[in-house]
C-alpha cells in the first residue's frame, strides 16, 4: 500500500463558529471602551480631532482617528507568538503546538480593536539556524521585524532567559531598533519573578514598553491591545474589518493539517513533514473535498507517518478535518496521501510557496 486515503466519514460540523463571526463579536464587546480610552496620554499632541465634523460618533461625539499598522512578533521558539496572535485575532489563524519552531512563515493576523486594525505578523522562532529551511525561517523572521511598524519581542517567562532570546535584544540594540516587550506565560509563575525579568529586560534600552500576559489564558490582553492599538500611525484600515488573515484557505487547510502532524509525532518527525494541498473540490451540497500530499523525507517516516493499517494518518487527518470544518463552517472531506520526497526542504519550489527565501 503506498497511500492512505481517509476522510470520507466526515461528519457535519457540530458548532456554527466561522472565521469571520469572532471579529463581530470582539467588537461588540470593545467599541465602547475604545472610543473613550485608547488615544489618553500617549497621543496628545496629534490631530485635533474635534473640528473633524465628518469624523463623529452617533452622539456627535468626536470618534478617535482609524489607525492601522504591522506589529511584528519576534521571539526564541515556543515563546507564545501564534497563541498571541490568534488570541488577538479571536479566531486560529496560525498554528500552535508544544514543539519548538512550529511557524515555518510569515503569517498575517488581522486584530480588529475599536478604531484600530492591527495587523499582527506572526514569524518563526529565532534561533541559530544549520539547515536551509531554518536559515530561511529565520531570515523570513527578522525580515518581517524590519518592515513592521512596531516590533514586539516575546519571551516565555517561565523559563531561564536563553541564548535565542539574548541574541535577538543583542540584535535590536545594535540597529538602534527600540521593540516593546512581551512577558508571556504569566499564568505560570509568580509575580515577583516578573518584576525581576522585566527589571533585566529594562536595562537594556532596548524596550519602550513591557507587558506582563497570558497569551493562553488571556490574562493582561485587554491592556496590551489598548496600548498597542494607540501606538499604531493614523491610517484608513488596509484590509475590510472582518477579514482575518490574507492566507489562502488553500495554505491554512496545509498549516492545519501540519499542526496535527506535529501534535501527533514525536522526534524529529515533525521537522521532516511539509503538507501541500493539491486539490479543493466544492460540492453543490456545500461541502468541500481537500485533497492534501504529506512530503517525509524517508520511506521509514512514511511508515511511522501511516501507522499500523494506517491508523496514525486516518487519526492526524481526522484532527485535521474536525478543525477545518470549524474554521470553513462546513462540511469538510480531508484526503491524505503520503509521500516520499528525500530532498522537499531542498527544492526552491517549496520555498517560494510559504514565501521563504531559498537562498537566505
Ligand atoms: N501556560 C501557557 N502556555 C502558553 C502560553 N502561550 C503559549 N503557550 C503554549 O506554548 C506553546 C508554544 O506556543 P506557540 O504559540 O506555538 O509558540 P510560538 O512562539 O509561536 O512557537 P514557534 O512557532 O515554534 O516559534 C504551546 O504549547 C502553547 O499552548 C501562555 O500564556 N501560558
Ligand atoms: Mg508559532
Redesign the pocket.
Known sequence: MSDVEHGQEGLPPDEDSVAGAAHEDQHAGEGDHQADGVDGDEFEDEDDFEDDEDDEGEEGAPLAPMRCGFVA?V????????????AAVGSKV??????????RSRVLGIGMHGRAQILFV?L??IFTPKKRLERAMVAAAWSGAEDADLVAV?V?A?RRVDDDTNGIVERLKESKRKAILIL?????IPYERLLELAARFNETGVFTDIFM?????GDGLTDFLDKLAARLPESPWLYPEDQLSDMPQRLLAAEITREKLFLQLHQELPYAVAVETEAWEEFEDGSVKISQIVYVQRPNQKAIVLGKGGSKIKSIGAAARVELEEILDRRVHVMLFVKVREDWAEKPDSYSQWGLDFNA
Do not use: E, M, R, Y
Not at 496560525?94 to 511557524?103: C, W
Not at 508571556?184 to 505560570?188: A, Q
Not at 500576559?213 to 489564558?217: C, R
Open positions: 512578533l521571539g526564541a521558539p515556543n515563546a507564545g507568538k501564534s497563541t498571541l496572535l490568534n496560525s498554528i500552535v503546538s508544544p514543539k519548538v519552531q512550529t511557524t506572526d518563526p522562532g516575546l516565555d517561565s508571556n506565560k504569566i499564568d505560570l500576559i497570558s497569551a493562553l489564558t
